[in-house]
């Protein structure tokens, strides 16, 4: 179980993360885009999750978005614990209609995102489209994995971004199942 708060002039965010939840959900962020998207990441990863943010959303949403990816990220690192046992790698190509994304993860303990995923569409109802990759950048660092998010097709905005929080999810998923009760790692750790 990971429990972090994070808390700055900008933002009060408080996140609950269990890997191996029964499906309990509770997402407010104020941006209800980037919430529908959460909510993508915690049904497709199979996790209960709890994300309270209350951000300065009168001057923009960056903070609240990064600040989440912050929070969240730190959380999944307390709930991995030090990983003994899990996979380790995950990938998935994941379909949305026009969208083919593909996700590839390494709980690594070494941090680093690329990201592919290209969207002409600016503006999702109050989500600004390149605030995803922030969101990403910032649990990537946080949480010290690496992930690549591929767009191999798509034109839709929501469906190409969707497609990608989803395989995200269940790469997670699938990389944190205990598999065996060795470190996955050559070093010994992660």
């Known amino acids: 179980m990971g429990r972090v708060t994070h808390e700055t002039t900008e933002t009060k965010i408080r996140v609950v993360?269990?890997?191996?939840?029964?499906?309990?959900?509770a997402i407010r962020t104020g941006i209800p885009f980037f919430d529908h998207m959460l909510l993508q990441i915690a049904t497709h990863g199979r996790?209960?999750?709890t994300i309270e943010a209350d951000g300065d959303l009168?001057?923009?949403p960056h903070h609240t978005v990064e600040d989440v990816g912050i929070t969240l990220g730190q959380a999944f690192k307390a709930a991995l614990g030090d990983g003994r046992?899990?996979?380790r790698f995950a990938?998935?190509?994941a379909p949305m209609d026009d969208a083919l994304v593909l996700a590839a993860l390494d709980i690594s303990g070494r941090a680093y995102l690329h990201y592919g995923l290209t969207v002409e569409q600016t503006m999702l109802g109050t989500f600004a489209t390149d605030l995803a990759e922030e969101?990403?950048?910032a649990f990537t660092t946080n949480a010290a994995v690496t992930l690549h998010l591929l767009q191999l097709h798509g034109r839709n905005a929501h469906h190409i971004l969707e497609a990608g929080f989803k395989s995200t999810g269940v790469v997670l998923h699938r990389a944190t199942r205990v598999v065996d009760q060795a470190v996955p790692s050559s070093k010994g750790r992660l």
């Open 17 to 25: 993360l269990n890997l191996d939840g029964a499906g309990e959900r």
């Open 47 to 49: 996790f209960d999750l």
């Open 58 to 60: 009168a001057v923009e």
């Open 85 to 87: 046992g899990i996979a």
């Open 91 to 93: 990938s998935l190509h």
């Open 135 to 137: 969101f990403f950048r």
